[in-house]
Protein backbone atom coordinates (compact mmCIF):
# COMPACT_ATOMS: atom_id res chain seq x y z
CA UNK A 1 0.00 0.00 0.00
CA UNK A 2 1.93 3.31 -1.27
CA UNK A 3 1.31 5.99 1.27
CA UNK A 4 2.96 8.32 -0.71
CA UNK A 5 2.43 8.64 -4.86
CA UNK A 6 4.44 10.69 -7.13
CA UNK A 7 2.21 8.91 -10.42
CA UNK A 8 4.21 10.95 -13.22
CA UNK A 9 7.72 8.75 -13.25
CA UNK A 10 8.85 11.60 -15.46
CA UNK A 11 8.23 15.45 -16.65
CA UNK A 12 10.00 17.35 -19.60
CA UNK A 13 9.72 21.16 -19.08
CA UNK A 14 11.63 24.17 -21.30
CA UNK A 15 14.31 25.86 -19.37
CA UNK A 16 12.59 29.14 -18.22
CA UNK A 17 9.05 28.29 -17.94
CA UNK A 18 7.30 26.34 -14.77
CA UNK A 19 7.87 23.12 -13.59
CA UNK A 20 4.88 21.63 -11.23
CA UNK A 21 5.85 18.33 -9.60
CA UNK A 22 2.83 16.49 -7.90
CA UNK A 23 2.63 14.07 -4.85
CA UNK A 24 -0.31 12.65 -3.34
CA UNK A 25 -0.66 11.05 -0.22
CA UNK A 26 -3.35 8.72 1.67
CA UNK A 27 -2.34 9.16 5.16
CA UNK A 28 -4.50 11.65 6.91
CA UNK A 29 -2.17 11.29 9.98
CA UNK A 30 0.62 12.89 7.37
CA UNK A 31 1.38 16.52 8.94
CA UNK A 32 5.19 17.21 7.73
CA UNK A 33 6.03 17.06 3.98
CA UNK A 34 9.39 17.26 2.15
CA UNK A 35 11.06 17.33 -0.99
CA UNK A 36 14.17 16.39 -2.15
CA UNK A 37 15.95 16.41 -5.32
CA UNK A 38 18.63 13.89 -6.27
CA UNK A 39 21.07 13.83 -9.41
CA UNK A 40 22.61 10.37 -10.57
CA UNK A 41 25.25 8.98 -8.32
CA UNK A 42 24.34 10.70 -5.60
CA UNK A 43 22.54 10.84 -2.62
CA UNK A 44 18.98 13.25 -1.96
CA UNK A 45 19.39 16.67 -1.10
CA UNK A 46 16.95 18.22 0.94
CA UNK A 47 14.80 21.04 -0.80
CA UNK A 48 12.09 22.21 0.56
CA UNK A 49 9.58 21.28 3.32
CA UNK A 50 6.19 22.10 4.73
CA UNK A 51 4.13 21.90 7.86
CA UNK A 52 0.33 20.59 7.61
CA UNK A 53 -0.37 23.91 9.41
CA UNK A 54 0.22 25.83 6.52
CA UNK A 55 -0.63 25.56 2.71
CA UNK A 56 2.31 27.27 0.78
CA UNK A 57 6.07 27.58 1.22
CA UNK A 58 8.12 29.60 -0.96
CA UNK A 59 12.37 29.65 -0.97
CA UNK A 60 13.82 31.39 -4.05
CA UNK A 61 12.86 29.38 -7.39
CA UNK A 62 11.16 26.90 -5.54
CA UNK A 63 7.19 26.84 -3.90
CA UNK A 64 5.52 23.86 -1.87
CA UNK A 65 1.89 23.90 -2.09
CA UNK A 66 -0.22 21.76 0.16
CA UNK A 67 -4.17 20.97 0.11
CA UNK A 68 -5.32 19.12 2.95
CA UNK A 69 -8.57 18.12 1.80
CA UNK A 70 -7.35 16.80 -1.31
CA UNK A 71 -4.17 14.97 0.34
CA UNK A 72 -1.99 16.76 -2.60
CA UNK A 73 1.14 18.78 -2.54
CA UNK A 74 3.34 20.12 -5.51
CA UNK A 75 6.63 21.86 -5.74
CA UNK A 76 6.72 24.38 -8.14
CA UNK A 77 10.18 25.64 -9.73
CA UNK A 78 10.23 29.34 -11.61
CA UNK A 79 12.00 29.26 -13.47
CA UNK A 80 13.24 25.73 -14.52
CA UNK A 81 16.74 25.93 -15.09
CA UNK A 82 18.84 22.87 -16.68
CA UNK A 83 20.49 22.12 -13.07
CA UNK A 84 17.13 21.22 -11.79
CA UNK A 85 17.15 18.22 -14.22
CA UNK A 86 17.11 15.60 -11.59
CA UNK A 87 14.97 13.14 -9.62
CA UNK A 88 12.21 14.64 -7.57
CA UNK A 89 11.42 12.95 -3.90
CA UNK A 90 8.13 13.33 -2.09
CA UNK A 91 8.89 12.35 1.39
CA UNK A 92 5.98 12.56 4.47
CA UNK A 93 5.79 11.70 8.00
CA UNK A 94 3.78 11.92 11.15
CA UNK A 95 4.44 12.88 14.53
CA UNK A 96 2.85 9.59 16.27
CA UNK A 97 4.89 7.50 14.00
CA UNK A 98 8.08 8.48 15.39
CA UNK A 99 8.58 11.38 11.99
CA UNK A 100 9.57 8.36 10.08
CA UNK A 101 9.72 9.10 6.24
CA UNK A 102 7.64 7.62 4.04
CA UNK A 103 8.93 8.07 0.51
CA UNK A 104 7.44 8.61 -3.08
CA UNK A 105 8.82 7.10 -6.52
CA UNK A 106 10.07 10.19 -7.19
CA UNK A 107 9.85 12.17 -10.92
CA UNK A 108 12.45 12.58 -13.11
CA UNK A 109 12.01 16.25 -14.43
CA UNK A 110 13.79 17.15 -17.84
CA UNK A 111 14.94 20.60 -18.44
CA UNK A 112 14.69 21.18 -22.27
CA UNK A 113 17.38 24.18 -23.30
CA UNK B 1 32.14 20.09 7.04
CA UNK B 2 32.43 16.67 5.90
CA UNK B 3 29.11 15.09 4.92
CA UNK B 4 27.84 11.70 4.81
CA UNK B 5 30.45 9.16 4.02
CA UNK B 6 29.30 5.41 2.44
CA UNK B 7 31.85 3.03 2.04
CA UNK B 8 32.41 0.96 -0.21
CA UNK B 9 30.58 2.69 -3.02
CA UNK B 10 29.98 -0.46 -5.16
CA UNK B 11 30.00 -3.63 -4.21
CA UNK B 12 29.26 -7.11 -6.15
CA UNK B 13 28.63 -10.05 -4.13
CA UNK B 14 26.97 -13.47 -5.13
CA UNK B 15 23.79 -15.12 -3.46
CA UNK B 16 24.28 -16.45 -0.31
CA UNK B 17 27.21 -14.06 1.02
CA UNK B 18 26.97 -11.82 3.40
CA UNK B 19 27.84 -8.11 3.05
CA UNK B 20 28.56 -4.89 5.56
CA UNK B 21 28.52 -1.79 4.56
CA UNK B 22 29.51 1.36 6.54
CA UNK B 23 28.36 4.75 7.35
CA UNK B 24 30.24 7.72 8.69
CA UNK B 25 27.62 10.61 9.78
CA UNK B 26 28.11 14.10 9.44
CA UNK B 27 30.06 15.20 12.69
CA UNK B 28 27.54 16.17 15.41
CA UNK B 29 24.70 14.05 14.16
CA UNK B 30 23.40 10.96 16.84
CA UNK B 31 20.86 9.51 14.59
CA UNK B 32 21.67 7.39 11.29
CA UNK B 33 19.07 6.02 8.85
CA UNK B 34 19.17 3.30 6.34
CA UNK B 35 17.19 3.35 3.25
CA UNK B 36 17.21 1.19 0.13
CA UNK B 37 16.52 2.17 -3.40
CA UNK B 38 15.49 0.36 -6.65
CA UNK B 39 14.10 1.26 -10.00
CA UNK B 40 11.01 2.56 -9.46
CA UNK B 41 10.73 2.52 -5.85
CA UNK B 42 11.07 5.23 -3.27
CA UNK B 43 13.30 4.78 -0.65
CA UNK B 44 11.99 1.87 1.44
CA UNK B 45 13.11 2.70 5.12
CA UNK B 46 15.05 -0.31 7.01
CA UNK B 47 16.00 1.20 10.20
CA UNK B 48 17.63 4.00 12.58
CA UNK B 49 19.76 4.26 15.19
CA UNK B 50 20.67 6.86 17.82
CA UNK B 51 22.92 6.59 20.68
CA UNK B 52 23.63 3.12 19.75
CA UNK B 53 20.12 1.74 20.03
CA UNK B 54 17.51 0.88 17.15
CA UNK B 55 14.85 3.23 17.04
CA UNK B 56 12.78 2.60 14.26
CA UNK B 57 12.47 -0.50 11.62
CA UNK B 58 10.99 -0.87 8.42
CA UNK B 59 9.41 -4.05 6.88
CA UNK B 60 12.02 -6.21 6.06
CA UNK B 61 13.22 -9.26 6.65
CA UNK B 62 15.83 -10.01 10.11
CA UNK B 63 18.41 -10.48 7.25
CA UNK B 64 19.14 -7.39 7.24
CA UNK B 65 20.47 -5.88 10.41
CA UNK B 66 22.40 -2.50 11.33
CA UNK B 67 24.21 -1.37 14.57
CA UNK B 68 25.53 1.94 15.84
CA UNK B 69 29.23 2.74 17.39
CA UNK B 70 29.47 5.46 20.37
CA UNK B 71 31.17 7.86 17.43
CA UNK B 72 27.91 7.29 15.68
CA UNK B 73 29.38 5.60 12.97
CA UNK B 74 26.93 3.01 11.96
CA UNK B 75 26.95 -0.33 9.43
CA UNK B 76 24.42 -2.37 8.25
CA UNK B 77 24.41 -6.54 7.04
CA UNK B 78 22.80 -8.04 4.86
CA UNK B 79 23.03 -11.96 5.46
CA UNK B 80 22.28 -14.74 3.00
CA UNK B 81 21.95 -12.49 -0.02
CA UNK B 82 19.15 -13.39 -2.65
CA UNK B 83 18.88 -11.92 -6.08
CA UNK B 84 16.68 -9.21 -5.01
CA UNK B 85 18.78 -7.36 -2.59
CA UNK B 86 20.77 -5.48 -5.22
CA UNK B 87 20.17 -1.91 -4.92
CA UNK B 88 21.22 1.32 -3.77
CA UNK B 89 21.48 1.77 -0.24
CA UNK B 90 21.49 5.10 1.33
CA UNK B 91 22.50 6.44 5.03
CA UNK B 92 20.94 9.54 6.08
CA UNK B 93 22.51 11.39 9.28
CA UNK B 94 20.52 14.38 11.18
CA UNK B 95 21.16 15.48 14.81
CA UNK B 96 18.73 13.78 16.83
CA UNK B 97 15.39 11.72 16.66
CA UNK B 98 11.83 12.71 17.11
CA UNK B 99 11.90 15.76 15.01
CA UNK B 100 11.27 16.96 11.57
CA UNK B 101 14.85 18.03 10.99
CA UNK B 102 16.17 17.36 7.06
CA UNK B 103 18.35 14.19 7.08
CA UNK B 104 21.40 14.66 4.62
CA UNK B 105 21.99 11.65 2.70
CA UNK B 106 25.49 10.14 1.59
CA UNK B 107 25.82 9.03 -1.81
CA UNK B 108 24.95 5.24 -1.12
CA UNK B 109 26.33 1.88 -2.19
CA UNK B 110 25.78 0.22 -4.78
CA UNK B 111 24.78 -3.57 -4.28
CA UNK B 112 25.01 -6.01 -6.71
CA UNK B 113 23.77 -10.01 -6.59
CA UNK B 114 25.39 -12.06 -9.53
Known amino acids: DQQVKQNSPSLSVQEGRISILNCDYT??????FLWYKKYPAEGPTFLIS???IKDKNEDGRFTVFLNKSAKHLSLHIVPSQPGDSAVYFC????????????WGAGTKLIIKP | KAGVTQTPRYLIKTRGQQVTLSCSPI?????VSWYQQTPGQGLQFLFE???????NKGNFPGRFSGRQFSNSRSEMNVSTLELGDSALYLC?????????????FGDGTRLSIL
Open chain 1, 50 to 52: ISS
Open chain 1, 91 to 102: AASATGSNYQLI
Open chain 2, 49 to 55: YFSETQR
Open chain 1, 27 to 32: NSMFDY
Open chain 2, 27 to 31: SGHRS
Open chain 2, 92 to 104: ASSLSVGSNQPQH
